[in-house]
Structures are given as structure tokens and as C-alpha cells.
């Protein structure tokens, strides 16, 4: 497709894509301003990440596509979802207020048991249950019981905890 197109926004590209639109309609375009995923499909268009993005089609329905476009899975229809991140999405039920994590193609891999959860580093995420964080893997299990009343990554890749007290800084697990 070689027309060109005033756009009147242009968001920041992830994985050599951008969300672009030009007369109310909105799609993908590649690094030469080329739309890869035509204008109009879709709208509520959210960034890349590892090569999927969130969606609404024209029925109001939520969908993660790929980089050509292609509907992945549907999104359930009482869940917010995250960019993916080592495979994962954090997942938020509005159901029950909790979080949990979805795969790939869809699939609760983790179940919606957290009060957080946040985005998996180097195969672990800092999770809570009953207002106290630990630290669980890609299972889904705690490998730092929940019993602080924080827990936060640093930049070195090791975990600053807070038991109410002291700041604590935990190695790399």
C-alpha cells in the first residue's frame, strides 16, 4: 500500500509497529509509515508486546491479534489484560477484584487468586494475597511466602521487602 495518508496521531512504535489514525479510523503502520494492519478493523488498538495486542473489533468484542492482524483469542468479557511479558499477561477480574495470569493463546495458566500480581522478571512476579507480598514463579507458587507489607524490584534485579518495619533487601532468587 503505497497512499499516503495525513495522520492525525501516531503513537510510540513497539516491536516496529505503531498505532496510527487518519480520519477517524485506526490501524498499524511499520517503520516506513506503511499500514501493515489496514485502518478501520479495529479500534481501542493497544501497543505490541511479544508479537500480540489487545483490540476491539467492530462488535464491541475484545481480541488479542499478531502482527498480521490474525485474532489470536478473544479476551473474556469480565477481565482486563496487561501487555505480555515472559508469555504472561496479568489478568484483572472485575468479578472478584483479583488478578492472575493468561498464557499465550488465552489460557488461565494462573489462577485469578491475587489481590496484585505483577509482571514476571527472569521468571518470577512479586504477588499478594491477604495484603501481605511475596514472590511467586511461573507456577504460580510463592517462593517468598506472602509477609511483607511490600515488595519491590530494583533495577540490579534483586527485591527490596518491607515487613512494616524494616527495609529489608532480598538477593536474587
Known amino acids: 500500500m503505497n497512499e499516503h495518508y495525513e495522520y492525525v496521531d501516531i503513537q510510540d512504535f513497539h516491536e516496529g509497529l505503531a498505532v496510527a489514525g487518519y480520519d477517524d479510523t485506526w490501524g498499524y503502520i511499520d517503520v516506513r ?12 488498538l ?11 473489533k467492530i462488535d464491541g468484542s475484545r481480541v488479542f491479534i ?4 490474525n485474532v489470536v483469542f478473544s479476551c473474556h468479557e469480565n477481565f482486563a489484560y496487561d501487555p505480555f511479558q515472559e508469555g504472561l499477561s496479568t489478568t484483572y477480574s472485575f468479578d472478584n477484584g483479583k488478578m492472575g495470569y493468561v498464557n499465550r493463546i488465552g489460557e488461565l495458566v494462573i489462577p485469578i487468586e491475587f489481590e496484585h ?3 514476571f522478571n527472569d521468571g518470577y512476579a512479586v504477588a499478594s494475597k491477604n495484603n501481605l507480598y511475596g514472590i511467586i514463579n511461573k507456577n504460580g507458587n510463592f517462593v517468598i511466602d506472602p509477609m511483607y507489607t511490600s515488595i519491590t524490584m530494583t533495577s540490579q534485579g534483586y527485591y527490596a521487602a518491607n515487613d512494616g518495619v524494616t527495609l529489608l533487601y532480598l538477593t536474587k532468587i
Open 33 to 44: 509509515g506503511q499500514f501493515v494492519i489496514e485502518p478501520g478493523l479495529y479500534f481501542g
Open 117 to 119: 500480581a505483577g509482571k
Open 46 to 56: 493497544s501497543e505490541f508486546s511479544e508479537g500480540l495486542a489487545e483490540v476491539v
Open 66 to 69: 499478531d502482527r498480521n492482524g
